[in-house]
C-alpha cells in the first residue's frame, strides 16, 4: 500500500518535466530575444521597440494558452450519470452479465446516451462507477472519465478534452505564431553573426540556437496543428480517429459531424470576436452532442424516457440540457 503511493507520488513529479522543459525553452527564449537580440544588437531604436511590442504580445498568447491547458481541470460526468446506491447494490449483487448490462439499459433510458461498447452494451466504467457519456473515456494518467476525451498531453500534464479543448487548439496555434515571428525576426541577424558581420559574442550564441529551436518547434507544431484542425473540421477526438464510436447501427467515425460550420462552432462557440481568446466559449457541457444521423436518435431505445433527462425532481440537474447549450436544446426538441 504504501510502495503504491510512493511510486503514484513519484509518477506525478515526474509527469511535471516535460513541462518544466517546455517552460524553460520559453523563459530562455525571451532572454534571448529581449535582451541578446534586441537591447545588445539592435541599434535601430524604432526596430527595437516594434520588435519587443509584437513579440510581448506574442509571449502573453502563448503563455496564456499554455497556462489554460496545464491548469484547466478536465471535466467529468455529472452525478446524473452515476449510480445510485440501490442501483449500484442492485449492479454489484447481480452475477449474471446479461442481468448486469440489462440493470444498465434500464439506467440509461433516462440519459442522453447513443453510443455503445463494441460488444453493443452500454459503456460503464467500473473505477468511477458512471455510465460514460458519448465520447467520454477513462483516463488512466487523471484518474477519472473525461468528457469528450482528446487524449492525456504530456506536455500540458493534462487531459486534453472538453473543458481546455479550445485552450489546447489556440496553445498550438500561438506557439506556430511565436516562432514565426522569431524566425522571420532573427534571421537577418542570424546570416549576419553566420557570416561574420557581426562581431562575436554572447548574443550570436543564442541568435543562432533561436533560428535553430523556432525552426524545429514550428515544424513539428505545424502538423500537429494541421491534424487537430482537420479532427476539429470532421468533429472527431483523436480517440475516435482511431477508433470509430459505435451506435446502435454500428460503428461510424462520421457519427458527430454536423457539418463544419456547427463543428466549429461545439468548440468554439458562435461569437467570432472571442474564438482566439483563451476562454471557455465552446457550445453545450460534454454530456450531449448532436449526431449526424438524426434518425438514430430520434429511434434509440437508450432515450424512450427523454423526459425524465430534460425534468429532474428538484429542477436543477434539468438544466444539465437546457441551460448551458441552445444548441442541444433545440436537437432535443425537434
Known amino acids: 500500500m504504501a510502495l503504491s503511493r510512493g511510486l503514484r507520488c513519484c509518477q506525478r513529479v515526474f509527469s511535471w518535466i516535460p513541462v518544466l522543459i517546455i517552460a524553460a525553452v520559453m523563459l ?24 519587443l511590442l509584437v ?32 442501483d449500484k447494490q442492485r449492479y454489484e449483487f447481480e452475477e449474471r452479465p446479461d442481468a448486469q448490462k440489462q440493470i444498465l439499459v434500464e439506467i440509461a433510458k433516462k440519459l442522453p446516451i447513443f453510443s455503445r461498447a463494441h460488444s453493443g452494451a452500454i459503456r460503464f ?9 458519448d465520447r467520454c473515456h477513462h483516463c488512466s494518467v487523471c484518474e477519472t472519465c473525461v468528457l469528450k476525451m482528446d487524449h492525456h498531453c504530456p506536455w500540458v500534464n493534462n487531459c486534453v478534452g472538453f473543458a481546455n479543448y479550445k485552450f489546447f487548439l ?7 505564431v511565436y516562432c514565426v515571428f522569431i524566425a522571420a525576426t ?18 550570436k550564441f543564442h541568435v543562432l540556437f533561436l533560428m535553430f529551436v523556432a525552426l524545429m518547434f514550428f515544424v513539428s507544431l505545424m502538423f500537429l496543428f494541421g ?10 477526438s483523436t480517440l475516435e480517429a482511431f477508433t470509430a464510436p459505435v451506435f446502435v447501427s454500428g460503428p461510424d467515425r462520421n ?37 449526424k444521423n438524426r434518425s438514430s436518435e430520434s429511434h434509440n431505445p437508450l432515450l424512450a ?11 436543477s440537474e434539468g438544466s444539465l440540457v437546457e441551460d448551458h447549450d441552445p444548441l442541444v436544446t433545440i436537437e432535443m426538441e425537434e
Open 28 to 51: 530562455w527564449s525571451y532572454y534571448a530575444y529581449v535582451f541578446e537580440l534586441c537591447l545588445f544588437t539592435l541599434t535601430n531604436t524604432l526596430e527595437k521597440v516594434a520588435y
Open 55 to 86: 513579440f510581448h504580445v506574442c509571449f502573453v498568447m502563448f503563455s496564456w494558452t499554455y497556462w489554460k491547458s496545464i491548469f484547466t481541470p478536465p471535466a467529468s460526468p455529472c452525478k446524473k450519470f452515476q449510480l445510485s446506491y440501490s
Open 125 to 133: 466504467c467500473d473505477r468511477c462507477q458512471v455510465l460514460k457519456p
Open 170 to 176: 489556440l496553445f498550438l496555434a500561438y506557439s506556430m
Open 186 to 203: 532573427v534571421f537577418q541577424y542570424f546570416l549576419k553573426f553566420w557570416v561574420g558581420d557581426l562581431p562575436n559574442g554572447p548574443a
Open 227 to 236: 491534424y487537430h484542425c482537420w479532427l476539429v473540421s470532421k468533429n472527431r
Open 255 to 291: 457519427g458527430f459531424n454536423v457539418g463544419i460550420r456547427r463543428n466549429l462552432q461545439q468548440v468554439f462557440g458562435e461569437d467570432r470576436r472571442l474564438w482566439f481568446i483563451p476562454v471557455f466559449t465552446g457550445q453545450g457541457n460534454g454530456h450531449y452532442f448532436p449526431l
Open 305 to 315: 424516457n427523454e423526459d425524465l433527462w430534460e425534468e429532474s425532481d428538484d429542477g
